[in-house]
Structure formats: structure tokens, C-alpha cells
């Protein structure tokens, strides 16, 4: 998922309950809730390089106790460094009798790294739950198993959760201020409540989706949208509509999409628009897939299409220039799981955010690779 729904849920994570063992529970979980992402600093190597490495040793099991440790270390420094302005202060502060009739200071929550590093780990795992329910996925078991897995039930970026969990954060502190006006004494650790009902409505936002997900290969298993043998197929999500489906099907010689919506039964596809012919290979792209970006794409795409679409410029990157008696093409590859529009009607755009370009000199030499507008230098 994106940062957002990491942080959120981070939050609601320590607020429901862990927030009353620790000080720091609550900055502990934001901050392991989106730790793994650090390796987006991969993007100033390049796009290849980003591709490569972006969920990779920091979203495993391996990874998940070191970075809750990373964690707790950088909140050990930061309570080091109040515990000296609280001494400073205190030194510089002079001795004041407390008046008759005033309440107690209240005493700094204490600190339990034991509970504090069972916070940060719970979060770091939630990053990696949460990352395996898009379509993207990750490899949980990297090094020792380099399969991608891939829930599909949620897009990545999901308005509904975004609405869930930003309400349990919010609500509280609307309550705590309707409570200050009539006079009523604020209550500590307040918000448990939401945070368990935000964290709970998650699983049930995911319970939906994974039942309608379901559904909807089971009406493409029941419908013959293909006119030749189905391979293998798959369903791929929507923001919001938790009904709505973007199905991609694989015969022995076409890829087919199609829209699907799991509540009616319906199921929209074209022969005409909807139908991707597989190329046979050639020399291009051959050569193309022994490219380091085709060999971290076809690594990560699943539902990856490599096709020679001739001289076609490609954005961010100029086309070679040779001397006549040398030949170049652009070698293509997309991802069909990402190969459509998310908020429109679904069809296919043809210029997929996560696609991946390649210029091949005379059937067999690298002149340069692109992904996102972005050339690997």
C-alpha cells in the first residue's frame, strides 16, 4: 500500500491498547509501519535498479525484527535526548513549594522496551500484510524463496481504509474537545475504542474483497469469455468498488481482458478492443529479455508482455542515433495486471505506469532502458 494507509494504521495500532504498556508505543508503530518503504531510496540509482530492489529485503520475515530493532533504537535516542532536556530544565528551574489544593504533576509515562519492541514488530508485519493484499505484491520469504505473492483483493490506494482509519484518529480528538467546552476531565489513552473498530473494519474491508474476488473468477469460470482454452486467469481490483473487477484471461495464443462486476454478474469484454495477440519472438526481444530491466521485469511481472513495437520513441529517453546500415527498435514490456484504467471504464491504456522500454541495435545490442519517463543511466 502507499504511505498513507501504512502510517494510519500504524497509528490505530498503537493506540488500541499498546499505548497504555509504553511510552512511545504510538510513534514506535507509525514509524515501523512504514520503515520497510526506505528502499524507495532506490530511485536515485535508477528505475531498474528501484524496480529491483523495491520490496525486496526489507519486506520479509528476515527483515521484519531488525527493522522494529532500528526502530526502537532511533525512539531510545530520541527518549535519551528529552531525558537531557528534562534534567536541563529541571536544573535551571527553581524550587517552587506546590500551593495549597493544586493537583499533582502528572509523572512522565515510563518506558517498557520490551512492550515498545513488540509494538514496532507487530507494525513492521502489518507493512507486510498490508503490501501483500494488492495486486503489486511482494516476497515474503526473500532470500530463500524469491516467489511474488499477491493478494489482489485491494488497490493500492484505497480510499475506503484512508476513510476508516483517518476517522478513528479523528474522532477522539473531536470527543476531547467537546468534553474541554462542557468542562469534563480529559481522559488518558483515549481513542482505544476507534482504533480497534478502525483495525477491525479493515479485516472486514478485506473479508468483502476476498469473497467478491472469488466470485468473480467463478463467473468467468462459468461464462466462456474466450473462444479458445483458458490457461489461467486473474482479478485484479478497483478503488472503492469492492464489485468492480478488471480480469485478464491467458489461452495458448491471446491475452483477453475483461470488465466484471461480481454483484450484478455481469461481464463486459470485446473481441475486437479486448483481445492481445501474442507476438512470436524475435531477435529484439530476445535480446531485450537478457537486458537488466527485462530480466528484473520478467522477475516481477507475473502477467508480464514483452512485444517489438518497431521504431517508437520512447519518453525521457532519445531514440539512438546510428549510421544507415544500422537497424534499432523499441522493445516493450508491460504488466497486464496494471495494464488498465482505475478509475475509468477499465480498458487498456497501452502506456502502463509500471511499463518498461528497451532499444535494441540490429537484433541483439542494449542502447538504452526506460520505465516511467525515467532512462537507467
Not at 520490551?114 to 507494525?123: E, M
Request: net charge neutral; hydrophobic share 45%.
Amino acid at each position: 500500500m502507499e504511505p498513507i494507509t501504512h502510517f494510519l494504521t500504524g497509528a490505530c495500532i498503537g493506540r488500541a491498547g499498546l499505548n497504555r504498556k509504553t511510552a512511545y508505543a504510538t510513534l514506535a508503530a507509525v514509524l515501523a509501519a512504514e520503515a520497510a518503504d526506505v528502499d524507495v531510496l532506490w530511485w536515485f540509482a535508477g528505475p531498474v535498479e528501484e524496480l529491483k530492489h523495491h520490496r525486496g529485503i526489507t519486506h520479509t520475515f528476515i527483515a521484519a525484527p531488525v527493522v522494529a530493532g532500528v526502530v526502537v533504537g532511533a525512539v531510545w535516542l530520541f527518549d535519551r535526548w528529552v531525558q537531557v532536556r528534562r534534567r536541563r530544565r529541571m536544573a535551571a528551574a527553581p524550587l517552587q513549594k506546590p500551593e495549597p489544593g493544586a493537583p499533582e504533576p502528572r509523572l512522565p509515562q515510563a518506558v517498557h522496551w520490551g512492550w515498545l519492541y513488540a509494538t514496532a514488530l507487530i507494525a513492521a508485519l502489518s507493512h507486510l500484510l498490508l503490501d501483500w493484499t494488492n495486486n503489486y505484491g511482494l516476497r515474503p520469504f526473500f532470500p530463500f524463496n524469491p516467489r511474488w505473492y499477491a493478494g489482489s483483493l485491494v488497490f493500492i490506494a484505497e480510499p475506503v481504509l484512508w476513510a476508516l482509519l483517518a476517522l478513528a484518529l479523528v474522532m477522539p480528538w473531536l470527543l476531547g474537545l467537546t468534553d474541554s467546552e462542557i468542562g469534563a476531565r480529559r481522559k488518558p489513552f483515549c481513542g482505544r475504542g476507534w482504533a480497534i473498530f478502525a483495525l477491525c473494519g479493515m479485516v472486514v474491508v478485506w473479508g468483502v474483497r476476498w469473497a467478491e474476488h472469488a466470485h468473480a473468477l467463478a463467473l468467468l469460470e462459468q461464462t466462456q469469455v474466450a473462444t479458445a482454452q483458458v490457461k489461467r486467469m486473474a482479478a485484479e481490483p478497483y478503488p472503492v468498488n469492492p464489485f468492480l473487477w478488471h480480469v485478464v484471461l491467458q489461452t495458448a495464443h491471446y491475452y483477453q481482458t475483461a470488465e466484471v462486476n461480481s454483484r450484478t454478474g455481469e461481464i463486459d469484454s470485446d473481441p475486437q478492443t479486448d483481445v492481445i495477440y501474442m507476438q512470436p519472438e524475435t531477435a529484439a526481444t530476445e535480446a531485450a529479455k537478457l537486458t537488466p530491466l527485462g530480466q528484473v521485469y520478467l522477475d516481477w511481472g507475473t502477467w508480464a508482455v514483452v512485444r517489438d513495437v518497431g521504431k517508437v520513441p520512447v519518453a525521457g529517453m532519445d531514440p539512438p542515433r546510428l549510421p544507415p546500415d544500422r537497424q534499432w527498435t523499441t522493445v516493450e514490456f508491460t504488466d497486464l495486471r496494471f495494464d488498465y484504467s482505475y478509475i475509468g471504464s477499465g480498458r487498456a491504456t497501452r502506456r502502463s505506469p509500471l511499463g518498461g522500454w528497451v532499444y535494441i541495435v540490429d537484433g541483439r545490442d542494449d542502447a538504452g532502458e526506460a520505465m516511467g519517463g525515467r532512462q537507467q543511466k
